[in-house]
Protein backbone atom coordinates (compact mmCIF):
# COMPACT_ATOMS: atom_id res chain seq x y z
CA UNK A 1 0.00 0.00 0.00
CA UNK A 2 0.82 3.69 0.40
CA UNK A 3 4.50 4.32 1.09
CA UNK A 4 4.84 7.77 0.62
CA UNK A 5 4.25 10.16 2.97
CA UNK A 6 4.30 13.40 1.33
CA UNK A 7 1.73 13.83 -1.17
CA UNK A 8 2.61 14.06 -4.74
CA UNK A 9 2.06 17.59 -6.32
CA UNK A 10 1.59 16.55 -9.41
CA UNK A 11 -1.31 13.94 -10.24
CA UNK A 12 -2.64 12.21 -13.82
CA UNK A 13 -6.44 11.34 -13.64
CA UNK A 14 -7.78 8.67 -16.44
CA UNK A 15 -10.40 9.14 -18.25
CA UNK A 16 -11.85 7.64 -21.04
CA UNK A 17 -10.80 10.15 -23.43
CA UNK A 18 -7.10 10.08 -22.18
CA UNK A 19 -6.92 6.07 -21.95
CA UNK A 20 -4.60 5.63 -25.69
CA UNK A 21 -1.77 7.93 -23.91
CA UNK A 22 -1.95 7.03 -20.10
CA UNK A 23 0.92 4.59 -20.43
CA UNK A 24 2.95 7.17 -21.97
CA UNK A 25 1.90 9.88 -19.58
CA UNK A 26 2.64 7.96 -16.88
CA UNK A 27 6.16 7.39 -17.63
CA UNK A 28 6.84 11.17 -17.98
CA UNK A 29 5.45 12.56 -14.80
CA UNK A 30 8.22 13.16 -12.33
CA UNK A 31 9.23 10.51 -10.01
CA UNK A 32 6.87 10.39 -6.98
CA UNK A 33 3.89 12.02 -8.92
CA UNK A 34 0.37 11.07 -8.33
CA UNK A 35 -2.46 8.67 -10.67
CA UNK A 36 -6.41 8.78 -10.44
CA UNK A 37 -7.59 5.93 -11.84
CA UNK A 38 -11.06 6.13 -12.75
CA UNK A 39 -12.58 4.70 -15.93
CA UNK A 40 -15.84 4.08 -15.37
CA UNK A 41 -16.89 3.73 -19.13
CA UNK A 42 -15.41 -0.15 -18.42
CA UNK A 43 -17.17 -3.14 -16.50
CA UNK A 44 -15.71 -4.33 -13.62
CA UNK A 45 -13.66 -7.02 -15.32
CA UNK A 46 -12.15 -5.25 -17.85
CA UNK A 47 -11.45 -1.91 -15.55
CA UNK A 48 -9.54 -3.94 -12.47
CA UNK A 49 -7.71 -5.42 -15.83
CA UNK A 50 -6.81 -1.99 -16.69
CA UNK A 51 -6.20 -0.84 -13.34
CA UNK A 52 -3.84 -3.70 -12.95
CA UNK A 53 -1.73 -2.13 -16.08
CA UNK A 54 -1.83 0.65 -15.27
CA UNK A 55 -0.77 0.48 -11.58
CA UNK A 56 2.21 -1.60 -12.16
CA UNK A 57 3.48 1.46 -14.76
CA UNK A 58 2.74 3.94 -11.75
CA UNK A 59 4.52 1.88 -9.04
CA UNK A 60 7.35 1.40 -11.52
CA UNK A 61 8.28 5.42 -11.50
CA UNK A 62 7.33 5.60 -7.61
CA UNK A 63 3.94 7.15 -8.20
CA UNK A 64 1.04 6.79 -5.72
CA UNK A 65 -1.97 4.29 -7.94
CA UNK A 66 -5.15 6.13 -6.50
CA UNK A 67 -8.61 3.90 -6.98
CA UNK A 68 -11.75 5.63 -7.87
CA UNK A 69 -14.49 4.28 -5.75
CA UNK A 70 -14.76 2.48 -1.90
CA UNK A 71 -12.37 1.96 -0.03
CA UNK A 72 -12.97 -2.13 0.19
CA UNK A 73 -12.49 -2.07 -3.47
CA UNK A 74 -9.37 0.28 -3.39
CA UNK A 75 -8.00 -2.33 -0.83
CA UNK A 76 -8.63 -5.40 -2.28
CA UNK A 77 -7.55 -3.99 -5.65
CA UNK A 78 -4.40 -3.54 -4.12
CA UNK A 79 -4.89 0.55 -4.55
CA UNK A 80 -2.45 2.44 -1.87
CA UNK A 81 -5.96 4.66 -1.86
CA UNK A 82 -9.29 5.67 -3.01
CA UNK A 83 -10.69 8.55 -4.77
CA UNK A 84 -14.31 9.77 -4.25
CA UNK A 85 -17.08 12.25 -2.52
CA UNK A 86 -16.38 12.82 1.20
CA UNK A 87 -19.33 10.57 2.59
CA UNK A 88 -18.69 7.83 0.07
CA UNK A 89 -15.21 6.41 0.36
CA UNK A 90 -15.08 4.09 3.73
CA UNK A 91 -12.33 3.53 5.13
CA UNK A 92 -9.69 1.19 5.77
CA UNK A 93 -6.47 0.85 7.14
CA UNK A 94 -3.54 1.75 5.22
CA UNK A 95 -5.48 3.61 2.61
CA UNK A 96 -5.39 7.06 1.67
CA UNK A 97 -8.08 8.62 1.04
CA UNK A 98 -8.81 11.75 -1.36
CA UNK A 99 -12.26 13.58 -1.69
CA UNK A 100 -13.50 15.54 -4.33
CA UNK A 101 -15.11 18.77 -3.89
CA UNK A 102 -16.88 21.12 -5.70
CA UNK A 103 -18.17 23.82 -3.34
CA UNK A 104 -17.62 24.64 0.60
CA UNK A 105 -20.29 22.13 1.77
CA UNK A 106 -18.35 19.52 0.39
CA UNK A 107 -14.99 21.02 1.94
CA UNK A 108 -16.84 20.64 5.26
CA UNK A 109 -17.51 16.90 4.26
CA UNK A 110 -14.19 17.02 3.47
CA UNK A 111 -12.83 18.32 6.89
CA UNK A 112 -15.05 16.07 8.82
CA UNK A 113 -13.99 13.01 7.37
CA UNK A 114 -10.73 14.27 7.83
CA UNK A 115 -9.30 13.20 4.61
CA UNK A 116 -5.22 13.15 3.40
CA UNK A 117 -6.15 15.36 0.53
CA UNK A 118 -9.04 17.09 -1.15
CA UNK A 119 -9.32 17.61 -5.19
CA UNK A 120 -10.69 20.95 -5.52
CA UNK A 121 -12.72 21.70 -9.09
CA UNK A 122 -13.92 22.92 -11.37
CA UNK A 123 -10.93 25.92 -11.03
CA UNK A 124 -10.94 26.44 -14.85
CA UNK A 125 -13.16 25.81 -18.01
CA UNK A 126 -12.87 22.38 -18.64
CA UNK A 127 -13.83 19.85 -21.35
CA UNK A 128 -15.30 17.63 -18.74
CA UNK A 129 -17.97 20.08 -17.95
CA UNK A 130 -18.25 21.96 -21.10
CA UNK A 131 -20.21 25.59 -20.25
CA UNK A 132 -20.34 24.62 -16.52
CA UNK A 133 -19.40 27.27 -14.22
CA UNK A 134 -15.94 26.99 -12.66
CA UNK A 135 -14.50 28.08 -9.45
CA UNK A 136 -11.99 30.76 -10.75
CA UNK A 137 -8.84 31.64 -9.13
CA UNK A 138 -9.93 33.57 -6.07
CA UNK A 139 -13.18 31.39 -5.40
CA UNK A 140 -10.83 28.32 -5.66
CA UNK A 141 -8.20 30.02 -3.42
CA UNK A 142 -11.35 30.85 -0.61
CA UNK A 143 -12.51 27.19 -0.83
CA UNK A 144 -8.75 26.49 -0.20
CA UNK A 145 -7.99 28.20 2.90
CA UNK A 146 -11.77 25.87 4.34
CA UNK A 147 -9.84 22.62 4.01
CA UNK A 148 -7.93 21.28 6.84
CA UNK A 149 -6.03 18.81 4.44
CA UNK A 150 -3.80 18.92 1.22
CA UNK A 151 -6.23 20.44 -1.60
CA UNK A 152 -5.64 19.46 -5.23
CA UNK A 153 -6.52 21.98 -8.00
CA UNK A 154 -8.50 20.30 -10.72
CA UNK A 155 -10.06 21.28 -13.95
CA UNK A 156 -8.84 22.77 -17.07
CA UNK A 157 -5.64 22.66 -15.45
CA UNK A 158 -1.65 22.38 -17.45
CA UNK A 159 1.30 23.29 -16.05
CA UNK A 160 0.58 27.14 -17.41
CA UNK A 161 -2.48 27.69 -15.93
CA UNK A 162 -0.84 25.92 -12.40
CA UNK A 163 1.80 28.83 -12.72
CA UNK A 164 -1.40 31.40 -13.27
CA UNK A 165 -3.11 29.95 -10.00
CA UNK A 166 0.42 29.99 -7.80
CA UNK A 167 -0.56 26.29 -6.29
CA UNK A 168 1.74 23.88 -4.82
CA UNK A 169 -0.58 20.68 -6.31
CA UNK A 170 -2.97 20.43 -9.14
CA UNK A 171 -4.42 17.57 -11.24
CA UNK A 172 -5.42 16.72 -14.96
CA UNK A 173 -6.73 14.98 -17.46
CA UNK A 174 -5.79 16.14 -20.71
CA UNK A 175 -3.55 18.81 -19.35
CA UNK A 176 -0.25 16.24 -18.79
CA UNK A 177 -0.66 14.49 -22.43
Not at 14 to 26: I, K, M
Request: proline share 5%.
Amino acid sequence: MAKIQALPALWLISDARNDAALEEALRQLPRGSGFVFRHYHLNDQARRKRFRQLASIARASDHLAILSGHADLAFEWGADGVYGPPGKLGNRPGLLRFATAHDAGEILLANRAMVDGVFLSPVFPTRSHKGGACLGISHFNALALQAEMPVIALGGMNAERAKELDWPRWAAIDGLL
